[in-house]
């Protein structure tokens, strides 16, 4: 996948990418949001391996760019019945807040529905994470139902996710 929107640009995950990788996902402030505030512990070398594992049928990981800085990352991944789940983290503090979430989620999704034929696309995201669901639901995305205690952080503490879907007909275009 490239996909390119002004400075924004979208592209497949490659294997060059897999350090800058590991290091947002062993950030703890980056994967605090995801239930993870001390990183995922993860390697190079694991997510190489998880990189080659990407198709277009089954999903991928995506690198996020701002004038041709990586600022984050996205993925999908096909879920059967023409449905896709995605996800997104700005990882660069300094590149949050500037409208490019919006922005890039409306590319993503765009390309999903549009080039890849999804009927549906699917995300949750963690309760207190207010700004991601005010993104959501811009987008048009729907509120399903909240997964109240749905899981332990890394902490032990309980967390409470949101679950959103959204269909073609409901989406608001932002690109």
Request: charged share 30%; glycine share 10%.
């Amino acid at each position: 996948m490239l996909l390119q929107n002004k400075e924004l640009v979208i592209r497949n995950a490659a294997i060059g990418d897999a350090s800058r990788l590991c290091n947002w996902w062993n950030d703890g402030s980056v994967m605090a949001h995801a239930g993870f505030p001390k990183g995922l512990g993860t390697t190079v070398e694991e997510v190489k391996q998880g990189l080659l594992k990407d198709s277009d049928e089954a999903g991928r990981r995506l690198i996020m760019e701002a004038d041709a800085e990586p600022i984050g990352e996205m993925n999908y991944r096909n879920m059967g019945n023409k449905i896709a789940e995605i996800g997104i983290k700005i990882c660069e503090p300094s590149k949050q807040e500037r409208g490019y979430g919006t922005r890039l989620l409306a590319m993503l999704i765009h390309a999903l529905f549009m080039d890849l034929g999804y009927g549906k696309i699917i995300l949750d995201t963690n309760v207190n994470n207010r700004r991601a669901q005010h993104v959501y639901e811009k987008l048009g995305f729907r509120k399903i139902r909240v997964n109240k205690d749905a899981w332990k952080d890394q902490h032990g503490d309980w967390q409470s996710s949101v679950d959103y879907e959204l269909e073609m007909k409901d989406f608001v275009d932002y690109r």
